[in-house]
């Protein structure tokens, strides 16, 4: 059988992502990582340079995967804040991941930055907000709204008597109820 460099690598991807979701970059270790994808530590330095470089990848495919799901729609913020509320839930290692990555390194990537203000600006214009700091707010406000379901102690997620799956679907309609206000109490007055 030849040897498949992409398939090697996506496997490497793969269990990066099951690693540093469970472990952070720091408790993660390149012979798992290697094991699990049935390679060796060799092809990890080949591909990514370092296990730094590997959890930058992970995070950016993973992140990419997100945002093909889950489209952008600064038009249709509460939808928006729903998909990505129902994308995040579907699967909480992305934002174990995205946590570690905060925990462990603080720094944002010029790739980052710039995909936020990229969102901000569109959010700026959609909803004729006065300025680009009003907007980032707004997205970091919006997404944390769409996060916190999953970051909720496990006995408020059972409040009111409702089985878990009837306390999440209210929460995800109360999520987007939050956003549709915002945005509505936001919005500037509209293009003459």
Avoid: C
């Avoid at 495919?61 to 913020?77: F, I, N, Q």
């Avoid at 700026?124 to 680009?132: I, T």
């Avoid at 987007?176 to 109490?185: H, K």
């Amino acid at each position: 059988m030849p040897y498949d460099s992409a398939a090697t690598r996506a496997r490497l991807l793969d269990a990066a992502y099951q690693e540093f979701s469970e472990r952070g970059l720091a408790g993660a270790r390149v012979d798992r990582i290697a094991a699990a994808a049935r390679a060796n530590k060799q092809a990890i330095y080949a591909y990514f340079g370092s296990k730094e470089n590997l959890f930058d990848a992970v995070l950016a495919d993973r992140l990419g995967v997100l945002a093909d799901a889950v489209p952008y729609t600064p038009d249709d913020l509460p939808g928006y804040a729903g998909a990505l509320f129902d994308a995040l839930n579907a699967t909480p290692e992305l934002l174990r991941l995205t946590a570690w990555r905060g925990l462990e390194r603080a720094d944002a990537t010029p790739g980052e930055i710039e995909s936020h203000l990229a969102k901000a600006r569109e959010l700026r214009v959609a909803l004729r907000l006065p300025d680009e700091p009003t907007a980032i707010d707004v997205l970091e406000i919006v997404v944390a709204i769409s996060v916190a379901w999953v970051n909720v102690p496990a006995g408020l997620k059972v409040v009111g008597g409702l089985d878990p799956e009837a306390r999440r679907r209210a929460h995800r309609a109360v999520v987007v109820a939050a956003v549709t206000a915002i945005r509505d109490a936001l919005a500037g007055p509209p293009a003459e």
